[in-house]
């Protein structure tokens, strides 16, 4: 999102869009981009200092309205963008007043607002199925990656993945509605993996979401599937006592040539899971076996960590054909490469299960540090993690 000074036909445009219409608490907006998302529009707003109480987004008619939490901050907005312009993704976005006074969203009932221009009704119904729409598309993803995404927000009942006029996007089914509309509200604008597989999220207009046979493309978690790790069933309860299954390790290549050790390869993937065991390959330094407690944790690790850069290396990460990282004598020149965590302290999830959506994120420039004693102060902790990162103030 840019601003910068508009030229005289943009403003004579935006003034006979708005000279009309009286000050609104909901703002009407035109000409957004394709898949454009609530977080590109609350970045527009945000400039202002207003306080958005929510947003309707109308993607076939690249329109949205935005309630204000007030009619003053409403009127900020516009009149700011009437002498500056906004751009999302180089397309120049249009603010006027809407002749509503809110936004109406019901639960359990057809949201609706009614336009100034031509009195028309736009209804969005708000079930427990959702449409995702997957934009910046560069990383084919599976139902497991969309299942392991959505399940953080509540039960995951289908998922159908397919495409439309060669745009990928996904159906989700959720236990409930409430459920729905978290995983609408949480995931709607975010990145499935760095940089790329954008998600907007929407509701679907179908009553039932139909599976008529599990498989690669459909997926109907009530029903077991031969050959599909039992643990991305949600009714499947984790535990360090279960017997080895498939799925448990992944394959870590392109790491940066003796940048890592064991131990700091336990720290980085034990963030989506408990490391059991970790391998650097003796003969190829840049490959890793990571073995987790099980498949499904292994799939968070993959789902968040494939394709981050490490040291200006894009590492890549699969599930290995392995179900079990193999220990090495302690005379084997390759010991030192493999480590045993299994009894580690260290481990996220031993006593709570598997990673819930609090407990998970991807990788970014800002880290969370909890338990601090009273006692210690801010320099006090620039110095411990000044001694490998640069702190900006």
Do not use: W
């Not at 934009?135 to 159908?160: A, C, D, M, W």
């Not at 760095?194 to 179908?206: D, E, F, K, M, P």
């Not at 490959?287 to 890549?316: D, K, M, R």
Request: contains cysteine; charged residues 20%.
């Amino acid at each position: 999102m840019q601003t910068e000074g508009i030229d005289s036909d943009s403003n004579k445009r935006q003034k006979t869009d708005t000279q009309n219409q009286l000050p609104s608490r909901v703002i009407h907006v035109r000409n957004l981009p394709h898949l454009a998302t609530e977080g590109e529009l609350i970045q527009a707003c945000a400039k202002l200092n207003g306080q958005i109480v929510r947003i309707l987004l109308l993607e076939q008619q690249h329109q949205a309205f935005v309630q204000m939490t007030t009619v003053e901050q409403a009127q900020a907005i516009v009149d700011h963008y009437r002498s500056s312009s906004c751009l999302i993704r180089n397309r120049p976005i249009y603010f006027q007043y809407s002749g509503r006074s809110e936004v109406t969203v019901k639960s359990q009932a057809p949201q609706t607002i009614t336009t100034s221009d031509n009195n028309s009704t736009i209804q969005e119904e708000a079930n427990n199925i959702l449409l995702a729409t997957i934009s910046n598309y560069r990383i084919p993803f599976t139902i497991e990656h969309i299942y392991q995404i959505f399940r953080t927000y509540g039960e995951v009942l289908k998922v159908v993945l397919f495409e439309k006029a060669t745009v990928h996007k996904a159906l989700v089914q959720m236990g409930t509605s409430e459920s729905a509309a978290n995983a609408r509200r949480s995931l709607d604008g975010r990145l499935m993996f760095n940089g790329c597989n954008q998600l907007q999220i929407s509701y679907s207009n179908l009553g039932e979401l139909k599976v008529q046979a599990n498989g690669p493309r459909a997926r109907d978690f009530s029903i077991p599937s031969p050959g599909i790790p039992s643990s991305f069933n949600p009714a499947n309860s984790p535990g360090f006592s279960k017997p080895m299954q498939s799925g448990c390790v992944v394959l870590v290549s392109n790491l940066p040539k003796d940048k890592f050790t064991p131990d700091q390869l336990f720290m980085l993937f034990g963030v989506y899971g408990d490391v059991l065991r970790v391998k650097i390959l003796f003969n190829k330094r840049d490959n890793a076996l990571i073995q987790f407690v099980n498949p499904q944790q292994a799939h968070l690790a993959q789902l968040y960590l494939n394709h981050l850069n490490l040291h200006g290396q894009e590492i890549q990460v699969v599930i290995s054909k392995y179900i079990e990282v193999q220990l090495p004598l302690p005379n084997q020149p390759d010991a030192s490469l493999t480590k045993d965590f299994s009894a580690s302290k260290l481990h996220r999830f031993r006593n709570k299960g598997n990673p819930t959506g609090k407990d998970i994120h991807a990788p970014s420039q800002v880290l969370h540090v909890a338990n601090i004693p009273e006692t210690v102060s801010e320099d006090e902790i620039r110095q411990l993690f000044g001694k490998a990162f640069l702190f900006l103030t």
